[in-house]
């Protein structure tokens, strides 16, 4: 599979991932009726995904203000999901992505040395399903939820 380059404007492609319960999360549910932002990180308890991700529960009241679902997505399995949450109360779902699949498909992936890693990337997709928001690394969250506040 080819990773794929996304733009703003663009329609944000389907999919349907497990979440930590085993519960599956698909993208065209939400659409018509709230937002969704992705956070593509490359690993559960690590410094820097930990940081990123303790920073949007800190903020997850300003997420949950402008009704905007948020999902973490990787590929780790529902386990090392289930301790990430459980060690610091994220009160999102993390998403599984077996094979690094939606990853490519949102080029939230990078090739090192033939290895495929997840770039931490995140993605603000409105009602309508379009692409509003995208950024490479760890944009403060105040960027974002300004970048969706008006589709919210």
Not at 10 to 29: C, I, M, R, T, Y
Request: net charge positive; glycine share 8%; with cysteine.
């Amino acid at each position: 599979m080819a990773i794929t380059e996304l733009h703003i404007g663009q329609k944000a492609p389907d999919f349907s991932l497990k979440n930590e319960q085993g519960e599956v999360v698909q993208l065209s549910h939400f659409e018509g009726k709230q937002p969704v932002v992705l956070f593509f990180y490359p690993g559960d308890l690590t410094p820097g995904c930990t940081l990123q991700l303790c920073a949007v529960r800190d903020d997850w009241q300003k997420f949950e203000d402008l009704g905007i679902a948020v999902f973490g997505i990787n590929h780790a399995n529902a386990e090392s999901h289930q301790k990430f949450i459980k060690k610091y109360s994220f009160p999102f779902p993390l998403l599984i992505d077996p094979g690094k699949k939606i990853s490519m498909l949102y080029g939230a992936i990078r090739d090192i040395f033939r290895v495929q890693v997840i770039r931490r990337t995140v993605v603000g997709i409105d009602k309508q399903g379009t692409i509003r928001y995208q950024k490479r690394g760890m944009p403060k969250n105040s960027e974002i939820l300004k970048a969706m506040q008006k589709f919210a």
